[in-house]
């Protein structure tokens, strides 16, 4: 995937969809992509390591950070926040393509910022009872975060309009190879336009 200005691709979901399944397909396959690592206030769970998953800070570091305007998107989800610094993606974006683990929330503040090339994907189970046997099936969640997050589906789904692409991902594999053909035609799209201007 040579060629053309650097993207940056949005991947939102409801939990217990696939997305930091795909998106972590997406990184180990094209090495020109990096994942936008956010910074949170939640705990880390026991496979996740700091810096590498998320940058795990204090409500405090958080809240200072958002006051002082350091980041292109946050957003408080299940009572934590998560946000995405400024000067990481500016940083990354020079020598890399970027992917985005986040909801609509953050999706719909960083579109505001006309000059980053942004490809939104939203994934969704063919049904909400699906999602649920998901949630309770990778067990990462009490039974009251599961009730939660499933709920949260109903709000989810309102904010699709926002998003240039819906995938409903049934089968992993065939969802990842229509997200690569999205972002295949897109930077062949970027090049070309790149080269029409100069």
Not at 89 to 112: A, E, H, M, P, R
Not at 172 to 180: A, S
Request: with cysteine; net charge positive.
């Amino acid at each position: 995937m040579q060629g053309g200005e650097n993207i940056m691709v949005i991947l939102s979901s409801p939990s217990g969809v696939g997305k930091t399944t795909i998106t972590k397909k997406i990184q180990q396959k094209y090495l020109s992509f990096k994942i936008s690592v956010s910074h949170t206030t939640r705990s880390p769970r026991s496979n996740e390591v700091d810096g590498v998953d998320y940058h795990f800070v204090t409500n405090e570091k958080f809240e200072k950070l958002i006051k002082d305007k350091k980041f292109y998107e946050y957003a408080k989800i299940f009572e934590n926040y998560y946000g995405t610094l400024k000067k990481y993606v500016d940083d990354s974006i020079k020598k890399n393509d970027l992917l985005f683990d986040i909801d609509w929330q953050g999706t719909k503040q960083l579109s505001k910022f006309k000059n980053l090339k942004i490809i939104k994907i939203y994934l969704i189970t063919s049904n909400k009872n699906e999602l649920k046997n998901r949630l309770i099936k990778r067990n990462q969640n009490s039974n009251e975060e599961v009730e939660k997050r499933f709920n949260a589906f109903d709000e989810d789904i309102k904010h699709w309009n926002d998003y240039d692409y819906i995938i409903i991902n049934n089968n992993l594999d065939v969802c990842f190879k229509q997200i690569e053909n999205i972002i295949k035609l897109y930077k062949q799209k970027i090049s070309i336009s790149s080269q029409i201007i100069q």
